[in-house]
C-alpha cells in the first residue's frame, strides 16, 4: 500500500469540555479529510487526547478523582462531540494508552543514543496553565497572561540549541513548513535570535510517563504530547502502518502552540532521525462579540452549545466560510444565523426546492430529457466546470473558505439563470416544452454537482439533496467522477422533495439561552406587548400576495434602498425596500417575496413604490417573509 494522507489535530488537553476553537480545529481537519477521500485517496485522519501534567494532577484533586477519572471523564466528551459532530477519524489516541508509552520512550531512547539529551537543572518562573517555563524575568506567563510559580529542579534537557542552524536551513528549503505565510516569518525570526535548550522532564509531580533509566522523572507533557502524533500511527508498535503514514503531510493547530510544533517538535524528531511533518497549518482565536472567551464574563461558547442549538452542517459552515483559516474569527450567535439563513437556507435551499418543486409540477417528478443547448446554457456548463477546477485548486491549497465562496458564487449564476430562463413561464406554453426541460435538467445537474462539492463539509445537506435528486444519498461513495458534467441521467426519479436547510431563527436560539427571559415563540407576540387587534374585516381590506424578484438594484446615495421588480401575476410592480444592508440585489433576483399590493404608491428617494414587501425585524435587521415551497406568482394569502 502506498502512503497514505496523515493529518492531526491537536492532541486536546483534558482541563475542560470541548469549546468552539477545539471545534474549529477539529471541523477543518475533517473537512481537509474528506476532501481528499472524495478524490479517493487513502486518508487516516488523527485526532486525539493530552491527558497527562501538573495541571491535570491538581485539577483532579481538587475534583476529589483520581488523574486517570478524569482524564477519562473529558476524554469520552471528545470522543463523544466528534461522533455528534459527525466528523469522521480514523485514529483517536490517548496519552494515557500503553501504545503512547512505548512511542515516548522510544523516542527519547533514539534522542539520547545521539547524544542530544543530558541531566541538568533548571530554575525559573513556570506557567502551570500552558506546562511551560516563561522566558527569564517574566512573572506573567506571555502566552495566557496567568501568574506563574518559581521552580527549581533537577531536569533532563534536549540540546535544542545544537538545532539551530539545521533548522534554519530546513525553513529555507520548506517555505510552506508552516502555513499561513505570517507564521513562517514570525517563527523564522524567533529561532534565529537563539535558541536554549529545553527541559524535557519534571520531578516536581508524578502524573505522566516516568523515565526509564531515571523513574524520578517525569516526561515533560509537551515531549509526551507532541509524540501522540507518532503513537497513534504505529510508531513503536506498527513499524508497516507507521511507514505507510509518516511523515503527516498536515498537521493542524491554534497559534498559541506554534513554537512547540513548528520548532520543539521538528528539532525533536529530526534528533531521532525522523522526517519532519510536511505542513504546519495554524488557525486563529475565536472571540465571542468582540471579546475573549471567558467562562467568568459568561461568554465561554461550549461545543455542547452550539449542538444543542443547531445540526452539524450549520456548525461546521459557518467556521469555515467565515474567516479565513489563519485569521481570527468573532462569534456572534446573530452572525452565526444571519450567515446559515443567507447561505444555506435563501441561496441554496431555495433553490433545491423551488427546482425540484418545479420538476414535480412540470415534469412529473422524473428528471427532463434535455434539448440543445442555447447560449446562457453553454454559459453554465462552462461555469460549473471551472467552478469545479477552481474549488479543488482551492481546497489543495488549504483554503477551505475561499472554496466555499466559489461554490457560492455558482449558487449565485444557477439562480441568476433560473430567473434569465423563467421555467415557470416556459411551462405556460406547450411550444416550449423541450425548452423548459433543458433548463431544469441543466439546473438539476448544477445542484448535483454543487452537492458533490460541498460535501465534505455539508455531509447532511448533500446527501439529503442527492435523496431528492432521486441518485442516493452515500456521500462516502462519492468519487472524482462524480466532479464531472452530465453524470444526472434522464428518466431519474427524485426522491421525496423536502426543505434541506430550514431557516434558523434568532430569538429562539436566545430564548434558549435564557429562557426566563419569556421570550415570546416565533410568530408570537409577548403578552402585553405588539398593536391592538383588528377584526377580520379589517384584516380582509390587505392585498397580500405572492411575488417573484425578477430584478434588483440599489438606489443611489442609498445603503437600504433597493429598486425591485416584482412579478405578481398579471403585472410586473415597481417596488423600493429598504433592505439594502441585509441582502444584495443579485441574492434577491428569483426570490419569491410577500407583497403588500393594494398600498398607495409613494416616492422613496425620488423612486415610485407600488406596494410594500413584507418582512420580520430581527433586531435592526429586516429578514424577508418567504414561501418553502414553490408557489406561483400572484397567489393570495389569506
Not at 165 to 184: A, G, I, K
Not at 441 to 450: P, Q, V
Not at 474 to 493: H, S
Request: glycine fraction near 8%; proline fraction near 6%.
Amino acid at each position: 500500500m502506498g502512503k497514505q494522507f496523515y493529518l492531526t489535530t491537536p492532541l486536546y488537553y483534558v482541563n475542560g469540555v470541548p469549546h468552539v476553537g477545539h471545534v474549529y480545529t477539529t471541523v477543518i481537519a475533517d473537512a481537509i479529510a474528506e476532501f481528499k477521500r472524495l478524490q479517493r485517496l487513502p486518508v487516516c485522519a488523527l485526532t486525539g487526547t493530552d491527558e497527562h501534567g501538573l495541571k491535570i494532577e491538581r485539577a483532579a484533586r481538587e475534583a476529589g478523582l483520581t488523574p486517570q477519572e478524569l482524564a477519562d471523564r473529558y476524554a469520552a466528551e471528545f470522543q463523544r462531540t466528534w461522533e455528534e459532530m459527525e466528523l469522521k477519524f480514523d485514529a483517536f489516541i490517548r496519552t494515557t494508552e500503553p501504545r503512547h508509552t512505548v512511542a515516548v520512550t522510544e523516542l527519547a531512547r533514539r534522542i539520547k543514543e545521539k547524544g542530544h539529551i543530558y541531566l541538568g537543572e533548571y530554575s525559573g518562573n513556570y506557567c502551570v496553565s500552558c506546562e511551560a517555563y516563561a522566558p527569564e524575568g517574566e512573572k506573567n506567563c506571555p502566552d495566557c497572561g496567568r501568574p506563574t510559580e518559581f521552580m527549581k529542579e533537577e531536569s533532563y534537557f534536549f540540546k535544542l540549541s545544537a538545532f539551530q542552524e539545521r533548522l534554519l536551513r530546513f525553513y529555507e528549503s520548506h517555505p510552506d513548513f508552516v502555513l499561513p505565510v505570517s507564521r513562517m516569518n514570525e517563527i523564522v525570526s524567533f529561532v534565529r535570535s537563539g535558541l536554549k535548550d529545553v527541559s524535557i522532564s519534571r520531578t516536581s509531580f508524578r502524573w505522566g510517563i516516568p523515565l526509564p533509566d531515571d523513574p524520578e522523572h517525569i516526561f515533560y507533557v509537551w515531549f509526551d504530547a507532541l509524540t501522540g502524533y507518532l503513537s497513534g500511527v504505529g510508531f513503536g508498535t506498527d513499524p508497516a502502518a507507521f511507514a505507510e503514514r509518516w511523515p503527516a503531510d498536515v498537521q493542524l493547530i491554534g497559534k498559541d502552540i506554534l513554537r512547540f510544533h513548528a520548532v520543539y517538535w521538528p528539532a525533536f524528531l529530526m534528533a531521532a532521525g525522523l522526517e519532519p511533518p510536511r505542513h504546519i497549518l495554524v488557525n486563529g482565536w475565536w472571540t465571542v462579540e468582540g471579546e475573549k472567551m471567558s467562562k467568568s464574563r459568561g461568554n465561554f461558547i461550549t461545543a455542547r452549545d452550539l449542538l444543542s442549538k443547531f445540526p452539524p452542517d450549520y456548525i461546521k459552515y459557518f467556521l469555515l466560510r467565515e474567516i479565513p483559516i489563519g485569521g481570527d474569527g468573532d462569534f456572534s450567535w446573530e452572525a452565526f444565523v444571519n450567515r446559515c439563513n443567507s447561505d444555506l437556507a435563501n441561496d441554496f435551499g431555495n433553490l433545491v426546492n423551488r427546482t425540484l418543486k418545479m420538476i414535480e409540477n412540470y415534469s412529473g417528478g422524473v428528471i427532463p430529457e434535455k434539448g440543445d443547448d442555447e447560449g446562457g446554457d453553454v454559459e453554465l456548463i462552462r461555469f460549473s466546470r471551472e467552478t469545479v477546477e477552481l474549488y479543488k485548486e482551492q481546497f489543495d491549497r488549504l483554503q477551505i473558505n475561499r472554496a466555499l465562496e466559489t461554490v457560492w458564487e455558482l449558487v449565485a449564476a444557477v439562480n441568476r439563470y433560473l430567473v434569465a430562463n423563467e421555467p415557470w413561464a416556459l411551462a405556460r406554453e406547450s411550444s416550449k416544452r423541450t425548452r423548459l426541460n433543458t433548463v431544469l435538467f441543466n439546473t438539476a445537474e448544477t445542484i448535483r454537482l454543487i452537492a458533490v462539492m460541498v460535501s465534505p463539509v455539508l455531509r447532511r445537506g448533500a446527501r439529503a439533496v442527492l435523496e431528492q435528486l432521486g441518485i442516493g444519498g452515500e456521500v462516502d461513495r462519492l468519487g472524482p467522477e462524480d466532479l464531472k458534467w452530465g453524470v444526472l441521467k434522464p428518466g431519474t426519479r427524485l426522491g421525496k422533495v423536502d426543505v434541506v436547510y430550514p431557516r434558523l431563527d434568532l430569538d429562539l436560539v436566545h430564548a434558549s439561552d435564557s429562557p426566563s427571559e419569556g421570550r415570546a415563540s416565533l410568530g408570537e407576540a409577548p403578552t402585553g406587548e405588539g398593536k391592538p387587534r383588528i377584526a377580520i374585516d379589517d384584516f380582509a381590506k390587505i392585498d397580500m400576495r405572492v411575488g417573484r424578484v425578477i430584478s434588483a438594484e440599489r438606489i443611489p446615495k442609498s445603503k437600504k434602498l433597493l429598486k425591485l421588480m416584482v412579478d405578481i401575476g398579471d403585472e410586473v410592480r415597481q417596488v423600493v425596500a429598504g433592505i439594502g444592508e441585509a441582502y444584495s440585489p443579485e441574492s434577491l433576483t428569483g426570490r419569491l417575496v410577500v407583497l403588500v399590493a393594494n398600498l398607495q404608491p409613494v416616492r422613496l428617494m425620488g423612486v415610485e413604490s407600488n406596494g410594500m414587501i413584507v418582512a420580520a425585524t430581527v433586531g435592526d435587521r429586516p429578514v424577508l417573509a418567504t414561501f418553502q415551497e414553490e408557489v406561483p406568482p400572484g397567489a393570495r394569502l389569506k
